[in-house]
């Protein structure tokens, strides 16, 4: 059965039993923070089953995309190994929202399974919940019941199992019940009832039937639900191998185009045994790989686009395994792009674009990918030499940090070689690395805030922020630290900004009884805002009462700038595509940056675009709203959320006019007009993947244009010339230049070449031929070069090494005339890079000509001197 086939068979089926047939959710899941990837078909009914959300139906079915790699769902160490994980997969499901419950799923999924779709009945079990005295359960007796009452199933085959294998919940809290499992005997003989949950491939799980029909609260007691709910999902890949009699999901259509094209680029020829452990790998990852870019994400050094990079990163190394050095798995895009288009269409629409992440990303690993490799073989080595089995944590710390290598990789490889990884060493280091990043940080006080040390002066809550309607509030000192001239404080309320959301703190005055208190930034530390200063009058704390002011031209500063980043961001997204998405910011009072999710340098073309289209929207003046709602209500209006900001219940939303609508705690200004003017500073390189923006507004952007403005002015002096004509005016003068730097060098040349004469003339003989080996002056390796080449044409048959000081450097070039190469195999880059070897220097080239440099120049003369006896050693 072809893949297409039972896509809409299972579909079909349900829509006759009055299911709405909903779209599969993007499996990036934008709209919940708190997960990675999407990683079951429930995921886009959350809210349902939590009860924040309703549908305008009860019931509903869809095939979900899903990835699962990380977290309590990581199927990624068993991709390839077996045949039936995978890291993306389909998951069919079909839900009732408080409508039909156990009876109709169970009846269905059996009709669909034996009568539709023709599964043999004497291979299937089913399983039930078998109670759990902790919880205070009994057995789940009726779905038990119900298997025998409802399908014609042996009896024999409904078994009762455990609370780690039959009951489903969402998380620590929330919605949760007892489930029922589908599983089918695949041995030949039928004899596989002992092996249902004992994981192994022979018997498996194809269908799961969740019947939602507790609450689980905080303190870990069960209440019944009012309304119970059904959630299913079977594996499409695994029930598509089951129904054409294979035990391999990589047998089917979904897989097997992808093998020949690897077969093909690698030529390497696929084994169903271990031997095909590679291709499954590469087959396995270009799915999740190109789903997750197609629909938002993009490979980078955090969260998610950290999960993508490791899944291109093992595909790379596998891809050594089959000999392929140069990137060649953006090439399986298309392939994929044929398979799965019709179902998904953004597969086919996006396989350009993904294609050229994934080949930009195989190229950046590529250059440290053999190294690492190298070192790994090192450590296996040494391992082997001690009679150790384990790699120890700092050196998959080192493969990690250095060369690449994510901790699952290396676990792969020594998994190969019959190694482990010591995990707790690795994490240990990774702390490390990051404790001395943050001491390397402007801020790493939070750190080190023992707050329950500091003096108290007042009692209650602190921290209460006015500063969204208030830039002066009467406030009183909570408690307070003073540490090596600093003053660190909170206050009960305060109009202060603390550092958050890529916005700067606030910074101002707060002054008291006999003293006055200059805040130099303000930071969080939970949900404490801790200002930071010094006395400017005063030297201690007169009482707890003091007027805090926030410096309102800084705030105001700052205010332009975010509000501009929020322009900026929808910019992008208009301009350079949909796909861009936020990957850090800083919003400070005298400039902005702006990281984003793209793959490859942003034109000058689309900057210009990008900086008209803000100003644009800054000329129109439109109006900035703040509006505090539900985080739920705010995604139905399709707000923007930031993956690496955690959103609680409430949260607050800014839309600018009817242009952009994201969720932000930051401040802002009440119309783009105040901000003035937009300009673009920089467009660069964050890391791979991201690209970072540098901008400016208002008063700093009035400056730049002003000091740009008497640059111009001195230029037009300088080149007596008005401003249309800079430009023809340049490009004279720096021909003028180049042609005067020719002639220069063509005369220093010239000098260089008389003196050859007489260094050939003094030229040493050895075993029948010349040897020069000099020391001259050049301002150049070209010139050099150009010296040098003048050398070899008057030796006739022999061996030049000239050297020169150049940039404080030695430098030397070597040339061998063409017989010496033909009948004494001399090369000139064996020779330069022993003799550059002398001055703690290496090189190489061509065999007529080849240039080396050298650390160390007063070493030169010496290096000279050994030429003769480095030749002498090189002649075959």
Known sequence: MKSVELRKQFLDFFKNKKHEIVPSAPVVPFDDPTLLFTNAGMNQFKGVFLGNETRNYKRAADTQKCIRVSGKHNDIEDVGFDTYHHTFFEMLGNWSFGDYFKREAIAWAWELLTEVWGVEKDRLYATVFGGD????????????????????????????????????????????????????????????????????????????????????????????????????????????????????????????????????????????????????????????????????????????????????????????????????????????????????????????????????????????????????????????????????????????????????????????????????????????????????????????????????????????????????????????????????????????????????????????????????????????????????????????????????????????????????????????????????????????????????????????????????????DRPVETVETTYVKARELGAMAIFEEKYGEQVRMVKIGDVSLELCGGTHLNHTGEAGYFRLLSESSAAAGIRRLEAVTGETADEILRREKQVTAEVEELLNCGESEILERLRGVLTERQNLERENRELRVQSGSTGISDLVAQAQALDGFKVVASKVSSNDVQELKQISDSLRDKLGSGVGVLSAVINDKASFVCVVTDDLIKGKKLRAGDIVKQVAAVAGGSGGGRPHMATAGGKNVEKIDAALGQVPEIISSLIT
């Not at 900057?607 to 803000?614: G, R």
């Open 133 to 620: 005295e902790q919880d205070g359960l009994e057995p789940d007796e009726e779905a038990e019941r119900l298997w025998k009452e409802v399908t014609d199933i042996d009896p024999r085959k409904v078994l009762r199992f455990g609370k780690s294998d039959n009951f489903w919940e969402m998380g620590e809290t929330g919605p949760c019940g007892p489930c029922s499992e589908i599983h089918i005997d695949l041995t030949p003989d039928k004899s596989g009832g002992p092996l249902v949950n004992a994981g192994d491939a022979n018997v498996i799980e194809i269908w799961n039937l969740v019947f939602i029909q507790f609450n689980r609260a905080n303190t870990g007691k069960l209440a019944p639900l009012p309304a119970r709910h059904v959630d299913t999902g079977m594996g499409f890949e695994r029930i598509l191998a089951v129904l054409n009699g294979s035990n391999s999901n990589y047998d089917t259509d979904l897989f097997t185009p992808l093998l020949d094209r690897i077969t093909q680029l690698t030529g390497a020829d696929y084994h169903r045994d271990e031997r095909g452990f590679s291709h499954r790998v590469l087959a396995d990852h270009i799915r999740a790989l190109s789903f997750s870019i197609a629909d938002g994400a993009m490979p980078s050094n955090e969260g998610r686009g950290y999960v993508l990079r490791r899944i291109l990163r093992r595909a790379a190394r596998f891809g050594r395994n089959l000999d392929m050095r140069e990137p060649f798995i953006y090439k399986l895009v298309p392939v994929l792009g044929d398979v799965m288009g019709q179902s998904f269409p953004e597969i086919a629409e996006k396989q350009e674009f993904i294609a050229s992440i994934v080949k930009s990303e195989e190229e950046g690993f590529n250059s440290t990918l053999d190294r690492g490799l190298e070192i790994f073989e090192k450590i296996a080595a040494n391992l082997d030499r001690e009679g150790s089995k384990e790699i120890p944590g700092d050196e998959a710390f080192r493969l990690y940090d250095t060369y690449g290598f994510p901790l699952d990789l290396t676990q792969v490889m020594a998994r190969q070689r019959g190694l482990t990884v010591d995990e707790a060493g690795f994490d240990q280091a990774m702390a490390g690395q990051k404790k001395r990043a943050r001491a390397a940080g402007k801020w790493s006080y939070s750190a080190e805030f023992d707050m329950q040390s500091w003096t108290a002066l007042t009692e209650g809550a602190d921290s209460k922020f006015l500063g969204y309607s208030s830039l002066e509030s009467e406030s009183e000192i909570r408690s307070y630290k003073l540490d090596g001239g600093q003053i660190f404080f909170t206050l009960d309320q305060t109009p202060f900004y603390g550092e958050a959301g890529g916005q700067v703190g606030d910074v101002g005055r707060v002054a008291g009884d006999g003293f006055e208190i200059a805040v130099s930034g303000t930071i969080r530390d939970g949900n404490s805002f801790i200002h930071v200063g010094r006395f400017e009058s005063g030297s201690a704390i007169g009482g707890p009462k003091v007027t805090a002011r926030v410096d309102t031209r800084t705030r105001k500063s700052t205010a332009r700038n975010h509000t501009a980043t929020h322009l900026l961001h929808k910019a992008l997204q208009e301009i350079v595509g949909e796909h861009v998405t936020q990957a850090g910011s800083l919003v400070g009072p005298d400039h902005l940056r702006f990281d984003v999710t793209h793959f490859q340098k942003i034109s000058a073309a689309d900057l210009d675009k990008i900086e008209a289209w803000v100003n644009e929207q800054i000329r129109a």
